[in-house]
Nanobody, 117 residues
Framework: QVHLVESGGGLVQAGGSLRLSCAAS????????MGWGRQAPGKQRELVAS???????NYADSVKGRFTISRDTAKNTVYLQMNSLKPEDTAVYYC???????????WGQGTQVTVSS
């Protein structure tokens, strides 16, 4: 019901920055939370950041102070500003949206972030 498309990934040197974008379409009026997860090769997907309809944010301990999640309601887009990137941040980053009516979470296809040392 909710279609998500991520963009902004790429190759960056350690200490650099990237900004990821996630554009949502479909039944966006049902969304009460959006966020980002990531999955590195050989590892399970982990939640990175989230933002609710009330603008409350949460971050994984590993990214606190470095990543910032934000949204643009008019554009139906959520962003993840990533600063001071580390090689361990290398992963495929996925956007998600939570449907409050069905309690279902939709995920995008992901965008690759590679941080070189």
């Amino acid at each position: 019901q909710v279609h998500l498309v991520e963009s902004g990934g790429g190759l960056v040197q350690a200490g650099g920055s990237l900004r990821l974008s996630c554009a949502a379409s479909g039944r966006i009026v049902r969304i009460n939370a959006m966020g980002w997860g990531r999955q590195a090769p050989g590892k399970q997907r982990e939640l990175v950041a989230s933002i609710t309809s009330s603008a409350s944010t949460n971050y994984a301990d590993s990214v606190k102070g470095r990543f910032t999640i934000s949204r643009d309601t008019a554009k139906n887009t959520v962003y993840l500003q990533m600063n001071s990137l580390k090689p361990e941040d290398t992963a495929v980053y996925y956007c998600y949206a939570h449907d409050s009516w069905t309690d279902f979470t939709s995920w995008g296809q992901g965008t690759q972030v590679t941080v070189s040392s």
